[in-house]
């Protein structure tokens, strides 16, 4: 762990053993120069706790470019609950709890919300040791929320690839089926998208792509099955030297965080000419939500507003790539360090 925090450019970590679950907490502020830090809190079994630390610390990071890319006065954070070992509801909800009591003793310097393994339904568990927690005031699930934004960047890429939006005919590959997955299914399968989908539950990818009218493909096919748009809607680390090579598709799109295991992933997408819609971009709909509507009073016609013009965003961002031949995933992380070199607006 010392080699994570000697390498990470972030503020500080909370770091809390919970004796009774067996779990560590890791409260990771990567920057505050937009204000308080807010970021999910992603719950789930590693095999070390090592492995969590180091989700909170790429994690938190994401967080901070994905608030300056939407111009929003918060700061780079999140939370990850590391478990060695499946819980049973009860113990689950009392670590919650006491988690919740370990957010409110920071007073608001890092507020919290949903993310993977932690759904809106857990976010109220946690909502009742502190106020620090988006999701539980109005704004409820982001997870429609954040598949807007998806849907927005998708459209943004066919408008890039193909010179029009419609949808009609695409193939678009969704790989999770969760809380983003499914909005995000029901949304293209309006479009006359040709919709695959592919999770790690097989049974749950038939069932839904059966309601959907979609294909379920062979998750361990998943990277090399062909498709126009693919929409990493799962884990992060997707995109890496393994992958990248098998990919058949024209554009990757998706709500997954931290989709690049490495920097030079978003080069090799562009050697391959595969259009990439960076994720901290693609995917801040839930972020915008939960925060506009919960701490900055946003009405949600803005807020809808808002989540809509990430097609706008990355419009601007694929035409400044395309003029210097890179990777958008850099001209976004410029159009982001900007906005956190000038502070918060
Ligand atoms: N976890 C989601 C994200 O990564 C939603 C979220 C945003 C939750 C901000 C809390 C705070 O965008």
Redesign the pocket.
Known sequence: MEDLLRSWDGEHVVVRYDQAAKAWIFIAIHSTRLGNA?????MKIYEAPRDGLQDALR?AE??TY??AGVDFP?GGG?AVIALSAPLADVERDRLLERYGELVETLGGTF??????GVGPELVQVIGRETTH???VRGAGD?GPW?ALGVFSAIEAVAEELYGSRDLKGRTVLVQGIGDVGIPLCKRLAGTGARLKIADVNEERAAAVAEELGAQAVDVGKTYAEPCDIFAPCAVGGVLNVDTIPQLRCRAVAGSA?NQLERIEDADRLHERRILYAPDFIA?????VA??GLEALRMSEDYVAAKVLSITDTLKTIFAEAKAREESPYHAAMRWARKVLERGPA
């Open positions: 807010s970021g999910g809190t992603r994690l994401g967080m994905k608030w918060m999140k507020s919290t919300g949903a993310d993977l927690v988006f999701g982001p954040t965080n995917n801040a709909g839930g972020a939960l925060c």
